[in-house]
């Protein structure tokens, strides 16, 4: 429960909803986070963004539930919508019904997070903290910019930052600093972060306004729509505990043609070791596991397979 004696400021425009508690905490002047966070709410462990919603946000959900409607919270304040089109329909029900008591820290998750870049720190972009510092002075966490499939600012074409080129430092959590930095230095070895406008190729253009469609709007699609859609596509009907072997040996063939298909540079963008992913023939990519299989992979795996099979329109087309 948090005390009455909190009193959070109000969100920003786009602020992750995790970035209130990080603002919070700089009013108070201390500098050491987890001591003082601690005695306020009952888990601020796994400061990270790659947990869509857990007993935390809800506690902080409760704090705004009187001056913002839980929609508008959701959209704008987490990373529900962009996650949405990958969870189980049951899960996405379990939302509809706005629990906030429900942990969406999906255990299934664990081990491919693990394998990607971007989910396991704080994001930011420097313009953006330029913009904010001046217009709501100081800096904070965007939800768009903890899209993983996101590598530029969607308000700018600046590459995000996420670790110090120098000492390698991220924000892994708040312990050592809490909010970006308006300064544009690291906080750990005070090294200035190196700014990057550069262009991208339009397969990694394409990349960034399908992650940002899918936060803006929400597809009404569910992961069992999309693995129905997979199925229906790759046309060997709904198999059964039976396959005959000429039926598996196409599939296999199928995986292995998907497997060689996938760009291991355009990948090294989002994965933290592509090329040995790519050759242990990770369950990442395994096309006829996630199409047949009740197998949960991240949104990147799930967009490549959708675009392989000519089918990455959907998830922007249906609502
Ligand atoms: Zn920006
Ligand atoms: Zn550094």
Sequence with gaps: MIPRTVSFPHLLPNEHLLSVVARWFNQTGHNNFYEITKSYFKSTENLIPYVVWNTLYAEIAKHYQHSMCFEQLINDHTLLNYYRPFMSSSKREIFKACDLALDMDDKKYVTSRKLLLH?????????????????????YWHTYHQIPTMLKCYRHDTTLLSSCGHCGFMYKGFYRAWLPPENNQCTKCAKKYEIERSSICSKRNWFESMSYYLQEQSSALSLDDLRRLMRAKIDKGDLSNYTSPRIRNELSRLNTHYANSIDTNFMSNYLKKPSKLLSNKSQLFNLTQVAYRDMVIPPLAIIIMLEYLGLADTLTRAN
């Design 119 to 139: 989910v396991t720190c704080w994001r930011w972009c420097p313009d953006c903290v330029n913009e904010d510092t001046a217009e709501f002075g100081g800096s």
